[in-house]
């Protein structure tokens, strides 16, 4: 027997693959739309308030009976081994096992692999906003497009491994005439989020009032009402913030875990489930808000720890998949389709990483609760909504970002942000000024790392005999730089921030120049008046 060998070279372009970004499409006027995985491809987005047309659903197998299914060779196949035989496939083939997952290729990921190998039931455990159930959701993927399921059964029963006395019943009289149906596997995921108000009803089922009123006896497994579990029946069922669950509520998942069954009310409901339950939560929780009780810990397979992005390049890749900077919705006029697509340039997404990075590490932030990922996300798109704002109101021609956007980040993110000796005075600053701070010290280092070595002496002397320069977020980029005049060494400081000679344009001539200019002045070796909006320069 032939064993393949992992050489370097393979283990290498595996470690590439997990790291390729999520396929793109393309949107309207050229511009890159969402990335999103095939399962989620079918279903309706809403962009700036308009919903686009869902792309054509793919078409499903063609089978329709229970005869034409068993000739066709098909055979039952548990979740569990599905999601194991089409994640191996992936692996085998080199491909990122859950595309859209930045930076947990070499940490989480192999862990989530190996659960999934294993068939183990898991729970993630991490701060907010790490992407905790975007992990849960992106298994979906991992599932077979399409299934085969009886027509009408609550619990998506494969026609050839029925489990209800319904199923039994309805085989039993149509034989080979069975209806089949096929399920998409976007509508084999159900999740809940953890409430207080949840009941055992909720997740488990109860007895139907009404189903006993048409008749039925209460012996009767037909009156019981299925809940949000069993209907997720071969599929994926993730509950989320799983600490906040009553722990009489929790106790009733012991049995959909080990036992594999349901029990409701006293029934004697012998329903062999076929799923796998994915539960998070916020190591929190274990002591603030509830707990995991043991037992239901135990009965997991696997626990998985999630993290923030350990490296600036995948804070930076985060905020390229997930910021929405742009706005392709049908409704942008002929006219104001400039403003739909604004320029973030590439500095300017890594002061916002290094900020937020610099806010995670920071001693006046609760550490325990942590800095979402959102709080990076919501502040690019804040940065890119500035510049569009600035284009509407002073007619540029291209919105482009420049460093004047960023304080609009400061008090826009506050909210995202828990203090660790936050006062009781709502009207108090001093967590902006922490924010402030730490914004103007990411912005510093960003010079640092791009700027490091380059002659900026010529736009300093511009200064020396006590010129200004004026900028603010309303202030164009032509106005800016007829300030300046000829800006020596201007190519080099744009091919330094990574602008391609043939994609120069005035805006993104005054971006470089104002993010030279605060450099300078974190450096040091320039002043700087801020009132407002309006930032002058000056020797």
Not at 222 to 227: A, K, L, N, R
Not at 476 to 504: D, M, N
């Amino acid at each position: 027997m032939a064993i393949l060998a992992a050489t370097p070279d393979r283990v290498d372009q595996a470690r590439r693959s997990r790291r390729s970004p999520l396929p793109r499409t393309t949107g309207p006027a050229g511009t890159e739309a969402v990335p999103r995985t095939d399962q989620d491809a079918r279903d309706r987005r809403t962009v700036a308030g308009v919903t686009e047309t869902p792309a054509p659903a793919p078409a499903s197998p063609e089978p329709t009976t229970l005869g034409e299914l068993r000739a066709t060779g098909a055979a039952f196949r548990p979740v569990k081994a599905e999601i194991r035989a089409n994640l191996l496939a992936r692996l085998r083939a080199g491909e990122p096992s859950l595309p859209g997952m930045v930076g947990f290729e070499d940490t989480v990921l192999p862990e989530v692999e190996r659960a999934l190998i294993a068939g183990h039931d898991l729970v993630l455990l991490g701060e907010r906003g790490q992407g905790k159930t975007r992990l849960i959701r992106t298994l979906v993927g991992l599932l077979d497009e399409w299934t085969p399921v009886l027509v009408g059964s609550e619990l998506n029963e494969h026609p050839l491994h029925p489990v209800s006395v319904w199923a039994h019943r309805q085989i039993a009289e149509h034989g080979d005439a069975t209806p089949v149906g096929w399920l998409h596997r976007s509508d084999r995921f159900g999740e809940k989020l953890a409430t207080p108000d949840t009941s055992v009803g909720d997740l488990i089922g109860d007895v139907d009032p009404i189903k006993v009123a048409e008749g039925r006896t209460l012996g009767d497994p037909e009156t019981v009402h299925y809940g949000l579990v069993p209907r997720t029946n071969r599929g994926i069922f993730s509950v989320n913030e799983l600490p906040d669950l009553a722990e009489r509520i929790q106790v009733a998942l012991l049995n959909v875990l080990e036992e594999r069954d349901i029990q409701i009310r006293g029934y004697r409901v012998r329903l062999p489930l076929d799923l796998l339950l994915v539960a998070s939560a916020n190591p929190e929780d274990y002591t603030n808000r509830g707990r995991i009780i043991t037992p239901l810990k135990d009965r997991f397979g696997t626990e998985v720890r999630t993290h923030y992005p350990v490296e600036l390049a995948d804070e930076i890749r985060l905020l390229h998949q997930e910021a929405q900077t742009t706005w392709r919705d049908g409704a942008v006029r002929a006219g104001d389709a400039v403003y739909a697509t604004p320029l973030v340039p590439e500095h300017l997404v890594e002061i916002v990483a290094r900020f937020t990075r610099l806010v995670r590490e920071s001693s006046h932030v609760d550490q325990r609760s942590g800095v979402s990922a959102r709080f990076a996300v919501a502040a690019l798109e804040t940065v890119a909504a500035s510049a569009v704002r600035r284009a509407a109101v002073a007619g540029e021609t291209r919105p482009v970002a420049r460093v004047v956007d960023l304080p609009s980040v400061v008090p826009a993110s506050r909210g995202k942000v828990e203090f660790a000796d936050a006062g009781s005075d709502p009207d108090d600053d001093r967590e902006l000024e922490v924010l402030d701070h730490l914004l103007r010290q990411a912005t510093a280092q960003t010079f640092r790392a791009r700027c490091a070595g380059l002659d900026l002496t010529g736009l300093q002397e511009h200064f020396s005999g006590g010129e200004t320069v004026e900028s603010g977020d309303l202030v164009p980029a032509p106005a800016l730089l007829g300030q300046l005049g000829t800006i020596p060494r201007l190519a080099e400081l744009l091919g330094r921030l990574g602008v391609p000679e043939g994609e120069q344009s005035a805006e993104q001539a005054a971006a470089a120049v104002e993010f030279a200019l605060e450099g300078l002045y974190l450096t040091r070796r320039l002043a700087k008046d801020t009132d407002g909006g309006r930032t002058v320069y000056g020797a």
